[in-house]
């Protein structure tokens, strides 16, 4: 069964410097999204990604974030300078065009530590 | 804004019995509501979903019903495992009146169930 990957599993960085979390959705996927958790709360959307643009963003998701699908497999999150509350695990999720329920698919994973 | 609210956690049940989780939402529009699973170490998966009123969704012995009179979609099943321990998270997408969404989930904060042998 097709299933969205991402890498790498465990990212830690110092403050200040900057990561991109990279995700490859499932291959005729044309939704993107990314999501974070911060240890102990609630799930949280950040951006939608659709035909090669943000199509929706959380407040969040401020000008220190972006995302980028740089080929036709891979889906980026970029964070310019992390900061200690950038500490979470990062979802990646795709769905299709088409879905009754619009269903995303969501991969395992980055455990992004801010030091 | 939407918004979802979950029962208080974390449960705690022994095997074979009855779990119901509660789940109410806010929203505007024609959501569609969702119920994932977190199991240890891994990312979320679709465990069930219905997306109109009295819908019913179901899978692996969970249930939940769209009820939009009281804003609800409680997750319910007769009897649990200890392979169900798991973060059971509900979600809505919301949706516009032509039924279009670029499919933002809004999630509850999700209820930690534990059943014990």
């Known amino acids: 069964e097709p299933e969205v990957t991402q890498t790498p599993s465990h990212q830690v960085t110092q403050m200040g410097q900057e990561v991109i979390l990279r995700c490859v959705p499932i291959s005729n996927h044309l939704y993107f999204y990314w999501y974070r958790q911060i240890l102990g709360q609630k799930v949280e959307f950040l951006v939608s990604f659709y035909n090669n643009e943000i199509s929706e963003k959380s407040e969040i998701f401020d000008d220190q974030f972006s995302v980028e699908r740089p080929d036709g497999s891979n889906f980026t999150l970029k964070i310019r300078s992390t900061k200690l509350e950038d500490s979470a695990m990062y979802f990646c999720a795709s769905r299709d065009s088409s879905g009754i329920a619009y269903e995303q698919y969501f991969g395992p994973g980055t455990r992004l530590t801010v030091t | 804004g939407d918004s979802v609210t979950q029962m208080e956690g974390p449960v705690t049940l022994s095997e074979e019995a009855f779990l119901t989780i509660n789940c109410t939402y806010t929203?505007?529009?024609?959501?569609?509501l969702f119920w994932y699973v977190q199991y240890p170490g891994e990312g979320l998966q679709l465990l069930l979903k219905?997306?109109?009123?009295?819908d019913k969704g179901s899978n692996k012995g969970f249930e939940a019903t769209y009820r939009k009179e009281t804003t609800s979609f409680h997750l319910e099943k007769g009897s649990v495992q200890v392979s169900d321990s798991a973060v059971y998270f509900c979600a809505l997408q919301g949706a516009n009146a032509g039924g279009t969404s670029y499919g933002k989930l809004t999630f509850g904060q999700g209820t930690i169930l534990t059943v014990h042998p």
């Open positions: 929203a505007t529009g024609y959501p569609s």
């Open positions: 219905a997306t109109k009123a009295d």
